[in-house]
């Protein structure tokens, strides 16, 4: 069994296969877990109707409350009150496993380093007080997030999509964060931490891996993830299996 940890498939406008057919799919290549990840308020609940609407189904799917730093600083139509006061109330939905995806990305120009760190540390509150683990979004911003993210005393959380250097990923492992390979590391040269603190991602419908590069991305990709993974780590295909599906129930409680 696999698990994908972070994916998009709840917003209609970002696939072009129905629900359904992402599902049998992802059910034939043995991913059997799915959270789809919210990126604002709005979608956050989508992403909570959705998981709802395919759970009392029988899918296995989750699904997380976030609000990506970048929406924040162009897209946002409420306070970061009422967001905050939204979240409280829709984490009780036992669907919910966590918060995010939430962060800091200095990566675009014109960002706004002080609002995103405002919004990140509201929203750290919430998930250290709800215990709630965090799918983290950090973009060229570590030397801004580090000093934050020790204020806290979170849940075992992800650095999801992590592409950054081998110093940030000592970091990262320094502090016991899990790190979210995804299809990225099919195509790119990017540091990897051990395989005991993997989880598995794909990001649908963004990053797809090889050999599918081109196509929509999907969470029955996360095989081809771990098949890649069973070269990197030199380890058998069940191996990688069970070490990441048992890290994403753990941080998750899935």
């Given at each position: 069994?696999?698990?994908?940890?972070?994916?998009?498939?709840?917003?209609?406008?970002?696939?072009?296969?129905?629900?359904?057919?992402?599902?049998?799919?992802?059910?034939?290549?043995?991913?059997?877990?799915?959270?789809?990840?919210?990126?604002?308020?709005?979608?956050?609940?989508?992403?909570?109707?959705?998981?709802?609407?395919?759970?009392?189904?029988?899918?296995?799917?989750?699904?997380?409350?976030?609000?990506?730093?970048?929406?924040?600083?162009?897209?946002?139509?409420q306070?970061?009150?009422?967001?905050?006061?939204?979240?409280?109330?829709?984490?009780?939905?036992p669907q919910?496993?966590?918060?995010?995806?939430?962060?800091?990305?200095?990566?675009?120009?014109?960002?706004?380093?002080?609002?995103?760190?405002?919004?990140?540390?509201?929203?750290?509150?919430l998930?250290?007080?709800?215990?709630?683990?965090?799918?983290?979004?950090?973009?060229?911003?570590?030397?801004?997030?580090?000093?934050?993210?020790?204020n806290?005393?979170?849940?075992?959380?992800v650095?999801?999509?992590?592409?950054?250097?081998?110093k940030?990923?000592?970091?990262?492992?320094?502090?016991?964060?899990?790190?979210?390979?995804?299809?990225?590391?099919?195509?790119?040269?990017?540091?990897?931490?051990?395989?005991?603190?993997?989880?598995?991602?794909?990001?649908?419908?963004?990053?797809?891996?090889?050999?599918?590069?081109?196509?929509?991305?999907?969470?029955?990709?996360?095989?081809?993830?771990?098949?890649?993974?069973?070269?990197?780590?030199?380890?058998?295909?069940?191996?990688?299996?069970?070490?990441?599906?048992?890290?994403?129930?753990?941080?998750?409680?899935?």
């Open positions: 069994m696999l698990v994908d940890t972070h994916t998009h498939i709840h917003a209609e406008s970002d696939r072009s296969e129905s629900a359904e057919d992402i599902f049998t799919h992802a059910h034939s290549q043995g991913v059997d877990k799915i959270i789809t990840i919210g990126t604002r308020p709005e979608d956050s609940i989508v992403a909570q109707n959705f998981a709802e609407k395919w759970a009392e189904k029988g899918e296995k799917i989750f699904w997380t409350f976030g609000f990506h730093p970048n929406e924040y600083v162009e897209k946002d139509r306070t970061l009150t009422n967001a905050v006061n939204m979240a409280s109330e829709a984490i009780k939905s919910n496993v966590g918060i995010g995806e939430i962060g800091l990305d200095y990566h675009f120009y014109g960002y706004d380093a002080q609002r995103q760190r405002e919004l990140l540390l509201a929203m750290l509150q998930a250290q007080d709800s215990k709630k683990p965090v799918s983290f979004h950090i973009r060229d911003a570590f030397d801004d997030f580090w000093p934050i993210f020790d806290f005393h979170l849940a075992a959380s650095l999801h999509s992590y592409s950054d250097n081998e940030n990923l000592a970091e990262a492992l320094k502090r016991d964060l899990y790190i979210g390979i995804n299809g990225l590391s099919t195509f790119a040269s990017i540091p990897h931490p051990p395989l005991e603190r993997v989880v598995f991602e794909t990001d649908a419908p963004y990053l797809t891996p090889r050999p599918f590069r081109g196509k929509m991305n999907k969470p029955g990709y996360v095989r081809n993830i771990a098949e890649w993974a069973t070269d990197y780590y030199k380890v058998d295909f069940d191996e990688v299996a069970v070490i990441t599906t048992a890290n994403a129930e753990k941080i998750f409680k899935i």
